[in-house]
C-alpha cells in the first residue's frame, strides 16, 4: 500500500512538472530582447548560441527566408515580431527554447536559447546551424 501511495505522489509531481513546463508563461524579457554580442561570428554560451552573419556573405532576402525556415522547424511556433521570435519545444518534455531573429542592417542576428536550465547540450546551436545551412542551399 505504501509503496502504490509513494508511485502515485511521483506521478502527480511528475505530471505537475510537466504541466509547468508547457504552461507557464515565457519571460517576455527575453522574446523581445536583442543581446549581443554584436560582431560577425558564431558565439557560444551557456544554454545557446548567437550567431551574427553579414547580410552581404548571404542570399538576398536572407531574413525572410530564414523565417520561413524557422518557422517549417518542427514544434515551432512564432510567438513575436519584434524581433521576430519563434519558440521550439522539445519532443518528450515540452521544455521552450526562443529563438530571436534580426536584422540590422549589416548583420543578420540570431540568438537561441533555452528557458529552464543552464545548459542545452548544444541544441540550439545545432538548430541554428541547420536552419542557415537550409538558408545557404536555398531554403
Request: proline content about 8%; aromatic content about 6%.
Amino acid at each position: 500500500m505504501m509503496l502504490v501511495k509513494s508511485l502515485l505522489i511521483a506521478a502527480v509531481l511528475i505530471a505537475a512538472a510537466q504541466a509547468y513546463v508547457r504552461l507557464a508563461p515565457l519571460p517576455r524579457a527575453r522574446l523581445i530582447a536583442r543581446p549581443g554580442p554584436f560582431e560577425p561570428g558564431v558565439h557560444p554560451m551557456s544554454g545557446g548560441v548567437k550567431v551574427v552573419r553579414p547580410l552581404a556573405e548571404l542570399p538576398a532576402e536572407a531574413q525572410a527566408q530564414l523565417e520561413m525556415i524557422a518557422a517549417a522547424t518542427p514544434r515551432t511556433q512564432r510567438s513575436g515580431d519584434d524581433p521576430v521570435a519563434f519558440v521550439t519545444r522539445s519532443r518528450l518534455w515540452g521544455f521552450p527554447d526562443i529563438a530571436l531573429i534580426w536584422s540590422d542592417g549589416v548583420n543578420l542576428h540570431v540568438h537561441a536559447h533555452l528557458v529552464f536550465g543552464s545548459g542545452d547540450l548544444g541544441v540550439n546551436a545545432a538548430r541554428v546551424a541547420r536552419w542557415f545551412e537550409a538558408l545557404e542551399a536555398g531554403g
